[in-house]
């Protein structure tokens, strides 16, 4: 199993990024993907899960209605779009996929596996 994120970078207050997390090894739709992200000084925050059995999101309270995780089969990838990125976005984000239930979408203990992080970096 291997996940592998890319697509960070340093943007503007307000600006966009898509995260992209491509997999291996592992059939996509059997596995739950989450996002999480570290700030400096911080610790590990959960931003989003994509559950494998039927699509169900999830989302942290910070990152409603500015984020949108999604996947495509065919790529075997999982994306997070990021619109109206603020400061406080700034962080590594990390992907991680599981096949655990009950699922603990939040729970960074729950996800098996874990790829290596992006910086996302927000400021003017």
């Known amino acids: 199993v291997q996940l592998q994120a890319s697509g960070g970078g340093l943007v503007q207050p307000g600006g966009s990024l898509r995260l992209s997390c491509a997999t291996s090894?592992?059939?996509?739709?059997?596995?739950?993907i989450g996002w999480f992200r570290r700030a400096p000084g911080k610790e590990r925050e959960a931003v989003s899960c994509i559950v494998n059995s039927d699509g169900s999101t999830y989302y942290a309270d910070s990152v409603k209605g500015r984020f949108t995780i999604s996947r495509d089969y065919n790529k075997d990838t999982v994306y997070l779009q990021m619109n109206n990125l603020k400061p406080e976005d700034t962080a590594v984000y990390y992907c991680?996929?599981?096949?655990?239930?009950?699922?603990?979408?939040?729970?960074?203990?729950?996800?098996?596996?874990w790829g290596q992080g992006t910086q996302v970096t927000v400021s003017s």
């Open positions: 090894g592992f059939n996509l739709d059997r596995y739950d």
């Open positions: 991680a996929a599981d096949q655990s239930r009950p699922l603990r979408w939040s729970a960074a203990d729950m996800y098996a596996y």
